[in-house]
């Protein structure tokens, strides 16, 4: 058997969450409930896609702004 040195080697931890509470409608959460039984996703992964989608899709209108015309 070979005398190797081992090493047990640890790298900083590269946080890729974060954990949140929020407060939700009832009427939202029932319907994150349903969709997680019928798609075998979990509530986590659904708010995360639902959040994803609608940040991507977001048109953000600042009523303080003039309008040019």
């Known amino acids: 058997m070979e005398n190797k040195t081992k090493r047990f080697i640890i790298t900083p931890k590269v946080e890729r969450s974060v954990t949140l509470t929020v407060r939700l409608e009832t009427e939202l959460n029932s319907y994150i ?20 989608f609608a940040f991507d899709n977001l048109e953000f209108i600042d009523p303080e702004e003039k309008t040019e015309k």
């Open 33 to 52: 409930e349903q969709i997680a039984r019928k798609s075998g996703r979990s509530r986590n992964e659904l708010i995360n896609k639902a959040l994803r």
